[in-house]
Each structure stands twice: as C-alpha cells, then as structure tokens.
C-alpha cells in the first residue's frame, strides 16, 4: 500500500506535541467516514489532543515521502521519515499512538481496518489488545474490554455518543462495515474531558477529513464472499457480494481551502445459521415416569404410567383425578419446557451514504459538516422442529453428579413424550441509522475553541409472520448429549419426522397463523458540545473547560399482535378441511442439505411447509390478520434522558529528579435527569364477600392508563493521569479516576405489568406486578491503574498494566419493591351490583442496583515486533499478541426456578482470560495474515436463568497483493475452523442453545486512482 499518513499524538501540552510518523498507510475507501472537527480521537474537540490526524501541510508532507517499492522500510532522505506499508505501517504508528499518548491507549490507526475485509468493525478490533467481542450469527458484535463485559464500557463516533436500535446501550458495531472507519482507539483510562460512560473503557471509531487527507482519491471495491453453509441451503447459492466507491479532493478556492468525500457501498449477502435451543426458563425436577411411553388407554392408565404428567420437584407421591402418578423421585435434575431445532434461509441487505464537507477560510478556523446514512434489511425464513411439552413424562436416564463427567444437575439423556411441530416464521427485520453533524475548530495564538453539534438516530422495526402444523398425536423418544453431542442426538419410537403425513393433527386449536409488529424502536439522540483551552508556559501547560449536553429519548412499541390461535372456518370449509388441505398443498423442501452437520445429532431434517402458503389457508389472504390500530401496551418504552456535563482539567509536565513526567488532572460532573412513560392495563375486580373470594378480569371500559415517573442522579468524576520517562525507552503510567456506566435505558420504563390473579382473600388481592426502574442509578467505579511499557525500537513493544475497580451500583438480576398507588374498578356480587373506583396499594418489582461495593482487578500484557533485523526475505514477519486475567466477586443471582440449586452469575460479560495474538509477512507487494482470539466462559443473562457462552477461539486467515499503484487483490476466511457458540444454563453441561454458522470466505479488488 503506498502513500502516507502522518499521526500526531499528544503529551502533556494542550495542542499536542507533534510526532509525524510518515507511514505508508493511505487511507483508502476509508473516507467513507468522513471526518467531524476532531478527526481521530477528536483532537481538535477535546482540550488535550490525546490523538489525532495532522493538518493538511503535514498530510501533503507525508504523501510526498512515500518511495516506489512495498517493500517493509525505504529510507529517504530525512533518515528520521521512514516510509513503511501495509501491517507494518499500522504496527509502528499504533506503537507510536500509545507511547505518546496521556492516557492507557491501544489502538488500530491508518488504513488498518479497511485493508481488510472483516465483516463489521468489531472484528477487526479484536485485534486490540484486550478487546474481546460477542458474537452474533459468527461474526464479532459487542465489544468487551479487557473481557469486562459491553455494559460497562462506551462507545463513540468521532466523539460522538452513538444512538442504538437494540434493547440496550450498548453499539451494534455490525451497523459500520470495516471498509468504513479509519481506525478506532479504546481508552482504558479517563480523563475529564472524556465522555463519560465507560468504567472498562472508552472505545472511539474515527475517519478521516478530506483537507486532512489533502489529495484526490477515487477508489471502487468489489468483494464477493462465499459461505459454505449457505452454499447448502435449497436456493441460495452461498454467494455474495460488497461493493464500495468512493471519492474524495481538496481545493484552493478565493474562500479558502475545502475538501469534499463522499462515499456509496451495497451489500447483498446472507446469514447462514443452523441453530438448535431450549426454551429459556429452565425448571428444577426429581421425579422420574414409569412408562414414559405409555401413550393410549385411558387417561387414569397413563398417569399410573407417569406419561400425562410432567415432571416436578416433589417431595412425596402426587395424585391427579384421584389416582395415584406413577413415578419415582431422585436426584434433582434441570430441565427445559420446549426444545427447538432450527433451518433458516437468510438474506443480509445494506446501503450506506456518507459525506462531508470542509472549509477551511484560513489556517485558524475550520468548520465540518458531516452526515452518515445506512439501512439494513434482515430477513429469516425460519424452519422450525419443536418438541413443545418439554416436561412431560420424562424418566431420567443420566444425570451429572459431578464425578461422571457431567456437571451437577444436568440432564443428559432421558425419555420422554411430547407433540411435535413444524413451526414457520418469516422474520423481518429493518433498520436505519442517520447520524449528522457540524463542527467548527477555532485556534489562535494560546487559545483554542471547538464547538460541536450532532444528531444521531437508529430506528428498528421487526415484525413476524408465523403458522404451524402438529404431530398427530403424541410421540415417544428419547434424547441424549451423552459423547459430548452439545446438539442432541434424538429417536424417535415409530415416527418419522421428515414424513408430511405425520403432522396432520386436525383440531382446531393444533394450528395457528399469526401476524406480529414485534418491535417499532426508536433511539434518538441531540447532542452539543463546547470546549475551551488557555496554554501556558511553565509546569501548568494548560487548563481546558467544557460543557455538554444531551438529549437522548427511547421509544419502543412492542406486542402489536394479531393472533389466530383456533382455526376458524373459511369460505365454508371446516378447520379440520383447512389443515388436511394445507398440509397437502403447502409440502415444501427442506431448507439446507447439512443442517448441524458434525454435531452428531440424529435431526438432520424434517417435514417441512411453505408458511405463505399455510397462512394463505388457515386464514384466507395474504393480507389477513392486520395489526391491531392501537399499539399501546404496558411493555412499551418511552424514556427520555437528560444529560448536562461540565469538565476542567490542567494539563502538566516536569521532572521528578531526572524522571520527565507529564499528565493531566480534571473533574467532570454530571447531572442526569430522567422521564420515562408507560402504561398499565385496567382491570375489574369482582368481590364474592360471601365466600371471602375475587375474580379479575381486563376491564372493557376501562383501556389502558397512562403512567410517568422522574429518576435523576448527579456524579463528580474526578480523574488524574501521570506518565514518567523512565528511561528512553520505558514509560510508566499511572492513573486514578472515578468513572461510571449507565444502566440498560430499556430498564428505565415505567409501564407496569399487571398479571392479577383469580382467588382468596379479599383483603390480599395478588396483581403480581412487574414494572422498569426510572431512578436506577448508573454503574460506578473508583479506579486504579498501572502501565509499564517497554519501547526498544519503533516496531517493537512489550507493555504490563495492572488495573483495579471498586465497584458500586451494579445492576444484578434480583428485584425490589417499588410501592405506588394505582386505581382498580371494584364490583361485588349480586343484584343491584355497583361499579366503584379504588385506589389500592401495590409494589410491583423492579431492577434494583446492587447495594453492595464489589471490586474487579486484572493484569494484561502486550507484545508486537517486526523482525526487520532477519535476512531478506525474512525481514517481512511480524508478530502482535495480547492476553489478560481478571478476579471480580461481582454476583448476579439466579432468579428463574433454578435459583437455590446454582451458583451466583459473573458480571456481564466478563470472561476470566482473554488472548489474542496475529502473525503476518508483507514482502513485495505481498501480504499475509494470521489472526487468533480466545476467551473463556462469560455471562449472558436470559429469561431470568443465568445463562453462560461457552469459552471458545476464533482463528481468521488474510491475504493481499498490490500488483501496482492502483490495483490490489485480496482474500480473507474468517472462523476458518468453522467454531460455533455454545449456551448453558444451570450447569456446563446443560446446553440452553447452539448456533452454528461456518466459515466466511472473501476475495476481492481494488482499484484506486
């Protein structure tokens, strides 16, 4: 890759020291992202310049440095400028980023994350040391930091908060393709002038600036990707494509300087995703049928059998209609209501436009206007093969104990019976994000003024189109994860799933059609920023003040359902018709030749139906089933979030003795209010006085009522940063600082759930009751931490840090009561009965902050070097790797059925240890990569069970060669091993979901001019 780009990275003094390292990393279709003011590490926004892209003199000197090889290093005639290329170049300037910077720093600077062609942002950013990722359909999602979980850090955009379209805060990193982003800086310690948001760190995406860039770039890519599994779905073919144009130029214009870029890409691909799971509220039992198979005769000989009964935890004999199930009791096992295989057909659509514009009147000023727009559309042709009745008649067979190779508690092979379902889905999904902003960057003599206002919004609907067909009657079989199967292996007695003919239950209530506006959610976020800095001569170099406020609002609309769960009869043909039709006229192939193939799971297909075709049938129309007008429900969302923030920091250096040392040292504070809006539905209440007794039911005249609660919290975050010289080439750092991470803004919602009761008592009326917790306070953490890194040479570095976190306010899985009057509609029985209003007491439960102080502490390590000192053609390896250790006694308890039988969760996330390490070799043109990540076991909560991912490593392979100047070749294959992720739930070996999805393989061109 020839070209250049030159970074500056700041010390201690307020502009930031220069450091100009000219690489021959170009930023290549990477202007896409258009730069705001601030450019990387928005340096011209933020009062201390930790890092950041030089101006267009400098840009201009670099792009005049570059020599006419690719080669590893050119010498040129200021011996100083070394031209490099490639990884290498990215290696030296990211190696320099850090050792400048004030803060702990790690970073992908230059062309880095465009050079390949990683399916989204995150998957290059493993790369980082300590950045681990969540996965999604295979590729690298939600970012950990030092394996602590996407909760506790943040994420921005040139600066800039990011609004999200997911249930939570943190960023869908899959919404920036890779060939986007210019590079992406996490820190992992604070500073004042930092947003806040982070405790783990701040992770920052960053673009170039056209003026910055200084020259013309026209650039086109196309790269196909080819999936092996999708290659096996009926119809599909495996292929796909990404194709991206780009332009960007500078002009001298009588008004100034201005730079124009501007950025298109497509993509059309697919999703590929054999997937198996359970339902996800796992249940505790110990009991055990006779005859699990013992599915005829009357209903008094099958609960003698202990076959119509499902499984529970008891502690003595049951009866049911007076006679006695016929089952044992044993060892405590978990177990699952519903177990789901799943074939899918997939489609992954994207269109991105991105531009800006600078101006640039004279050296002192600059003013940015930027604007990003993307849209996704997602859709899955879902195939589903359900075991609905989960715990009915089930006789254990092997359970763990903990010493027989299976964890305490996991059921791994038992029998059992149940309806099986041919359930379809076509699910949709679309998204758009526009993001915009403007900038304007003021300097002259010792001042420095930048001010900024953006506009970020994400908007997601999803919706469900859904029908099914049932087994005829109920089917014996037995199942097993025994020989390590995490899929499970399934006979079936005398059924054959993949016979049509077996599903044709014909009651009316054994099919159903659906319509679904699963969710409409919105995230908007308006967001202003100021700061001020005065330099200085002497040991105060500057003092910097700010403010910034913002304006963040979520809405989601959910539940906006129409259901047909009993076949009605249509155009005069009965529901028993209706199915016996459908299921003959509906047959369909299945939908991939290898569903969970390696697994070693008996279920390789099964009976399968076009689900137009079946809702067509079961309702009449395509257009049947429409959603309800009123969308309104009590699981809606409306919260808005206030944030104002001021900051002041002085900037420092000196000596201590012979030890040069520089830093900063600042407080933020932060007021944060809260409003947040719902709604709960109304009930009537009829009173039995007589017979001590009540009954509820949804109040037809009474719809839904409004509901508004206020929450707030307002935080000083002081911060203090320290680096000393101790040698050339040795740098520790030191920082203490107070930071904080928001709690999930979904949890804030004040709809109340009532979900009353029929029953006894009068005066004890149970409304069971859940709602969110406007006033949750945020995450926060005093923090300390310690870095000694080790410089010998421009392309080798081995750096140590230590950090430490005392941690209060998390938000675990347990509740409280909140008390708050609601009025309820009272009738009594009898004649002459009166409607009368109430108002009652209630205390429906809430996420609650932990009240106790937790700590967290780790240690990771880093190395990179460029073997240059090799003899040719050996001089063009290179190595980077990273790994950590983290101890936390953060808990989140279980609070699903299983509760008293497992232990306590980690913190979200957080995985024990964490590695990552690349080896490469560029050489004439010629680059080769290898990459690994690993990390172990970590939390992911879900339906209340403390569910778990297991550990798993990730290994990716790139190759590229530049033919000349202006054409390039490359290839990648991500999970090249082919590595799914596996869920449990109670116990290691209770498997609660698998997703597999394959290996990625890419090749592509690129031509730039």
Known sequence: MKGGVSVKAARAEPGGSTVSVKCGAVVPMLALFVALPGGIGHAQTRSSADVGVEDNAQAHDAAGAQGGGTDGVEPTKDQDSIVVTGARAIQRSSTELKRKATLIVDAIVGDEIGALPDNSVADALERIPGVTADRFKGNANDLSVRGLGPTLSFATFNGREVSNAGPDRSVSFQQFPSELVSGALVYKTQQADLPEGGVAGVVELTSIRPLDYGKRLLQAEVRADYQPKGDDVIGQGGVGYRANLVFSDAFRTGLGEIGVAI??????????????????????????????SRLTGTTAQQTAAGSNQNCTLASGSRSAGGVVVGETTGDTYFTSSSRTFRAMRTTERRNAVIGALQWRPDPALTVSIDG?????????????????????????????????????????TYRGNSFLENQLEDRQRNEDYIGAGLGVNWRSGQWALSIDGSFSQAHRTETQKQSRLRSINRVGYTLSYANGADVPVVLFDAFDVTDPGGFLNTAANSAYARNRFVTDRRDRIWAGRADLTRRFDGPISALAIGVRYSDHRRTNDNARNADLNTLAPVGGVAPAQLIAQANQQCRAPFTTQSYMSGQGSTVSRWATFDNDCLFRVFTGSDDALPYPPDGRDPSDIDVRERILAAYAMATFDGRFGAVPFSGNAGVRWVDTKVTSRGFRQAYVITIDPGADSYSVAVDPAGGLVETAARGGYRYLLPSVNVAFDLTSAVKLRLAGYRALARSGIESLGAGISLTPSTGTGINTILFNATTGNPDLKPIRAWNADISLEWYPSRDTLLAVAGYYKAIAGAVIGGVEPLPTNITVTTTTTGAGAVRETRTVPISPVAPVNDPARRQLYGVEASVSHAFTWLPSPLDGLGVTASGGRTFSDVQFPDTSPIAAYVAPAPLFGLSDWIASGSVYYEKRGLGVRASYTYRTDYFKPNGGTNRSVRGSGSLNLALQYEMNAHVAFKAQVLNVTGTGDVFYKGSASSIAEVSNVGPQVFAAIRVRF
Do not use: M, W
């Open 263 to 292: 950025g298109l890409q497509r993509q059309d691909t697919s999703a590929p995703e054999d997937y198996y799971t359970e339902n996800s509220v796992f249940q505790p039992c110990n009991t055990a049928a006779l005859d699990p």
């Open 372 to 412: 990003q727009y993307s849209k996704r559309e997602s859709r899955e042709e879902r195939n589903n093969l359900v075991l609905t009745e989960g715990l009915r008649g089930l006789q254990p067979l092997l359970i763990g104990n903990g010493a027989n190779g299976y964890a305490r508690g996991a059921l791994v």
